[in-house]
């Protein structure tokens, strides 16, 4: 199939991107593990064992950094894992949408990097909440309008009528037009 100008475009920065040279020469999945990595070095999320889902996991960049800190990992996207993650223990794929997805039980935390409209993802996430499905969370919401931080301010509100508590909201080094939300239930 034929490039269009924009895919083009967007493949030229994404391959000049200095952080997707570093991941691949660090061995890491994508540009996204620094934004995990940059978070759990200050705050020390994840533990051996932890269960976690990982919503909007592909190409696995969060799944790998989880599974390298020994947590078990359940990474739901339609989309495939780069081919070296399936090979790692403790991981197990859900090819379904994270809209039909639904644990068998409560997990320790739920991760989201679901290329998805911001209030619609925070909609699913607080359905999480108001289910006991997960007991903490870490998600990046994309914030690609110009009035960010009235969007940032409904997407606490649409979290906090779910049951997330404790909610923070940061722009992280790594992150662009985006912010990453951590919160924990009751
Ligand atoms: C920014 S990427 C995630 C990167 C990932 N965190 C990593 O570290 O490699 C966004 C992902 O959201 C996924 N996605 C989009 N819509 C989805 C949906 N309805 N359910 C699950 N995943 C979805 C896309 O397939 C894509 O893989």
């Not at 051996?48 to 190409?59: E, F, K, R, S, T």
């Not at 969060?62 to 739901?76: D, G, H, P, T, Y």
């Not at 110009?146 to 649409?158: F, G, P, S």
């Amino acid at each position: 199939m034929a490039r269009t100008k924009s895919s083009s475009r967007w493949l030229q920065e994404h391959v000049n991107d200095p952080y997707v040279k570093q991941a691949q020469k660090d061995g890491y999945r994508s540009r996204s593990s620094y934004k995990l990595l940059e978070l759990n070095e200050k705050d020390r999320l994840i533990r051996p064992g932890m269960l976690i889902v990982d919503l909007g996991a592909a190409p696995g960049g969060w799944s790998w950094v989880l599974l390298e800190k020994r947590a078990r990992v359940i990474a739901v996207d339609p989309a495939m894992l780069r081919p070296d993650l399936y090979e790692r223990r403790g991981l197990r794929h859900v090819k379904e949408s994270a809209f039909t997805f639904e644990p068998e039980e409560t997990v320790d935390w739920l991760f989201c990097d679901m290329a998805w409209r911001p209030l619609e993802a925070a909609a699913l996430l607080a359905k999480w909440a108001r289910r006991h499905w997960a007991r903490m969370l870490v998600a990046n919401l994309k914030l690609p309008m110009k009035r960010k931080a009235e969007m940032a301010i409904r997407l606490r509100e649409v979290l906090a009528d779910g049951g997330w508590t404790r909610i923070r909201m940061r722009q992280l080094y790594h992150d662009r037009d985006e912010i990453t939300v951590v919160a924990a239930r009751g």
